[in-house]
């Protein structure tokens, strides 16, 4: 009885951690996976056991004609490939229900990854980082597909990758944005506040009232507009508006969400 009152304690514990649940992302193509798998499964199964079947008569036909003392030759081989046929198929069964609930599920305060055996907790407050990459996918040289990747660091210094597997990668990107970007700026703001700064690149650094652009100050009043435009982050100031005074691939920013988050509330983001 202790324990069950123990259980429930523990419960709301983590429900009031989590507070409400936001949405679910399973991975792509969850339940053709789903079938596939168990279909693919019984299927194995069944030919390792008509198969051993098969391979009984054939030995039962040469036992009549050349005597028992030929099983021993015949039998060990295919008796070992069909059980390992049969195994391999009752594997894929067990996997099923392991990988069942594979996905992200978004609360109001975390998000939960979900990936066979293994669950991942992330708290929204206790995440230093947030990145948003697009990875090319190259053939010959060719960029055939674009993928989307979300890197996540904590204070503690643990990272998280979501890759490009979830079903509404694009909306998933935006609910993670949406939820941690407001956290991560007020607490960058405190630290400016108190004279601290941050650093995106090795030659953007972001003061409270200034920016470092190649061991340049500049006032946020001198910065015309930022954007990112065919991949590229371009900074442009007032005295040269057509010209950027920062330019370089998203990829080499860190935090860059927080970058563009940080230039919209001083109303500098030119999409």
């Known amino acids: 009885m202790q324990s069950k009152k123990n259980d429930n304690n523990g419960n709301n514990e983590q429900k009031q951690k989590l507070g409400d649940l936001v949405d679910h992302f399973p991975v792509k193509n969850q339940k053709i996976k789903r079938w596939f798998t168990g279909g693919l499964g019984v299927l194995t199964m069944i030919a390792s056991i008509l198969l051993l079947a098969i391979q009984l008569v054939i030995i039962w ?25 049969f195994l391999i198929g009752v594997l894929l069964i067990i996997r099923l229900p392991i990988h069942w609930s594979d996905g992200i599920t978004l609360y109001k305060n975390a998000m939960i990854m979900r990936s066979g055996i293994k669950k991942r907790l992330w708290l929204w407050q206790e995440t230093k980082r947030l990145d948003t990459r697009l990875v090319d996918i190259k053939f010959a040289s060719t960029t055939i597909a674009t993928k989307l990747r ?23 990107n935006n609910h993670i944005r949406t939820n941690i970007l407001p956290i991560l700026y007020q607490k960058e703001m405190q630290c400016l506040s108190q004279g601290g700064s941050i650093s995106f690149h090795k030659n953007l650094v972001v003061f409270q009232n200034s920016l470092k652009i190649n061991n340049n100050m500049l006032a946020w009043r001198q910065i015309e507009k930022i954007e990112v435009d ?22 080499k920013i860190t935090n860059l969400d927080l970058l563009h988050y940080f230039a919209k509330n001083q109303s500098l983001v030119h999409a």
């Open 61 to 85: 036909s040469a036992v009549r004609t050349h005597g028992r003392a030929i099983i021993l030759s015949k039998l060990p081989m295919p008796l070992a490939i069909c059980t390992i046929i």
């Open 150 to 172: 979300i890197v996540l660091e904590s204070e503690g210094n643990q990272r998280l990758v979501i890759r490009n597997r979830y079903h509404n990668m694009e909306a998933l």
């Open 230 to 251: 065919k991949r590229y982050l371009k900074i442009y100031t007032k005295s040269n508006p057509n010209k950027p005074q920062f330019s370089t691939n998203v990829n």
